[in-house]
């Protein structure tokens, strides 16, 4: 399975930001899609994820801001990010989840004015 992440930069607060993660590879149609974001000198933490069936599950922090959609033809998933505060600020990485976790390459977003 390789991810390929894009998006992110530099937003307002207040703004908005998409990022997008391209799959591919074996049972990635089955997998776990979504992401998690680290920001500097703390854990990396889970964002949002979307399963197969569409279930989706999304952080305390971003419920309401956030959203994930995810392309079942393309095997693609989007993160529409809304309300950008300042405490978004991080490295998101994609993740797919099978029988193991695969990451992509990380993805700055920062939220400053």
């Known amino acids: 399975v390789q991810l390929q992440a894009s998006g992110g930069g530099l937003a307002q607060p207040g703004g908005s930001l998409r990022l997008s993660c391209a799959a591919s590879?074996?049972?990635?149609?089955?997998?776990?899609l979504g992401w998690y974001r680290q920001a500097p000198g703390k854990q990396r933490e889970l964002v949002v994820t979307v399963a197969a069936t569409g279930k989706m599950s999304y952080v305390d922090s971003v419920k309401g801001r956030f959203s994930i959609s995810r392309d079942y033809y393309k095997d693609t998933v989007f993160l529409q990010m809304n309300s950008l505060k300042p405490e978004d600020t991080a490295v998101y990485y994609c993740i797919a989840r099978l029988a193991k976790d695969y990451w992509g390459q990380g993805t700055q977003v920062t939220v400053s004015s």
């Open positions: 590879g074996s049972s990635v149609r089955i997998a776990v």
